[in-house]
C-alpha cells in the first residue's frame, strides 16, 4: 500500500478512492498480460483517471454503475 499511495504522489493523484479502484480494476483484468509492475498500472491508471473523453468523476460513476 506504501507503494502505490508513493506513486499516486508521483503522479499527482488526490483522489485516492478513484485510484485504487482504477488500480484493481486494471490489476485483476490485465495482471495475467501486463505482470506485476506498479508502475505499469500506474500509467494506465493515470491515463484512465485523466482521459479527456470522460467527464469529472468517471471511476466513481463507474463504480456506482456495479454495484
Known amino acids: 500500500m506504501e507503494q502505490t499511495d508513493a506513486i499516486a504522489g508521483q503522479y499527482g493523484i488526490h483522489h485516492k478512492c478513484d485510484w485504487y479502484y482504477v488500480m484493481n480494476m486494471l490489476y485483476s483484468d490485465f495482471a495475467k498480460v501486463l505482470g506485476?509492475?506498479?508502475?505499469?498500472?500506474?500509467?494506465?491508471?493515470?491515463a484512465y483517471i485523466?482521459?479527456?473523453?470522460?467527464?469529472?468523476?468517471?471511476?466513481f460513476k463507474l463504480y456506482l454503475a456495479g454495484e
Open 36 to 46: 506485476s509492475d506498479a508502475n505499469t498500472y500506474a500509467k494506465m491508471a493515470v
Open 50 to 59: 485523466n482521459d479527456p473523453d470522460a467527464g469529472e468523476g468517471k471511476a
